[in-house]
């Protein structure tokens, strides 16, 4: 489903973009571009009601895409005024995120006495 112009509206982080907002799995409002890419990771459809719907198809239990999906990517990956935003070509990357540790082993290794 592609969306009209009317389902269109202004970013909600301010840079102008019209958007495509879409509701997550999780109740959230989730701001996607307003037409599909290959690329995405959100599968998008539109509801009876007229609601815009996004899941994440990232993870290893996330299951392709529906027939009626269309794959959309944030917004947030291209928005301007995001505050954290990621590295946009031609500018200066930030600081790399910093890496989460890895968990701390369960068991400690068994050691021959
Ligand atoms: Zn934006």
Known sequence: MIPTPNDLQPCPHGCDALVLITITEHGRRMPVEPTPDETGNQAVYKTGTGTWRSRSLDG??????????HRYRPHIATCTHRAVQQAIPGLPAGRPRTR????????PIWKAP
């Not at 290893?60 to 999906?69: F, I, L, V």
């Not at 989460?100 to 068991?107: E, K, N, S, T």
């Open 60 to 69: 290893a239990t996330a299951r392709p895409p529906d027939p009626w999906e």
């Open 100 to 107: 989460r540790r890895a968990p701390a082993r369960r068991y």
